[in-house]
């Protein structure tokens, strides 16, 4: 269900990948030089460049790699999840629960994007596009219902901030659950979508 776009070479990939990932979440991207990065993992210059191809290559597989994550758990949703209203409440969940077992490379994901040039932004760019489309395909099949009213294309870019920016906040040691949280969020915008009466 959750494949990968990763192209590094060894296991030991997936260890410089966590590291860099908590690295440009703490530090910022643009702050965290290769160096910085071969120190962590107690790698020289050559024998990092051995598991990845560049430090933005890295960026972009974390950022690809978790993004496409949350795409193909939201299609496995909708294929077998009918019902708008409960779709709302599934995507929600899947959410945060993204945010709150992988934190540090959703912050990288969702803050530091602009990281990347050319292709890399492009693609990047394009599966946020992709994941915010099944919110809104959602919100439309519930509207062709009844269930939901109709709101501006705006105002999906609003309730996905809401999840993308829980990273600032959201803490896995806290009283709540994930999926408690999935679940507030959900009825808070499906309270925002009730059709108004006329």
């Known amino acids: 269900m959750w494949r990968g776009l990763y192209r590094m070479k060894t296991k030991r990939s997936d260890g410089i990948r966590a590291v860099a990932a908590e690295l440009f979440a703490k530090h910022g991207y643009g702050a965290v030089g290769v160096a ?57 969940r899947a959410m945060i629960g993204a945010v709150y077992n992988h934190r540090a490379a959703m912050t990288v994901c969702f803050r530091e ?3 990347l040039s050319g292709d890399r932004y492009r693609n990047v760019n394009q599966l946020h596009q992709d994941y915010q489309q099944l919110w809104a395909d959602t919100v439309s099949m519930g509207v062709a219902q009844g269930k939901f009213r109709s709101i501006e294309k705006v105002a999906i870019k609003g309730l996905m901030g809401m999840f993308f920016y829980s990273f600032l906040w959201l803490n896995p040691e ?7 949280i999935g679940d507030i969020f959900s009825d808070l915008i499906l309270h925002a979508l009730v059709p108004w009466e006329k």
């Not at 120190?39 to 978790?66: F, N, P, Q």
């Not at 806290?174 to 408690?180: H, L, S, V, Y």
């Open 36 to 92: 910085d990065l071969g120190e962590a993992v107690g790698l020289g210059r050559g024998a990092l460049y051995y598991h990845i191809s560049s430090k933005e290559d890295l960026l972009y597989d974390i950022s690809s790699h978790y993004v496409q994550l949350l795409i193909d758990d939201g299609r496995n949703i909708i294929a077998r999840e009918l019902d708008p209203v409960e779709r709302i409440r599934l995507l929600s």
């Open 113 to 115: 994007i602009h990281g």
């Open 174 to 180: 806290g009283p709540q659950t994930a999926d408690e």
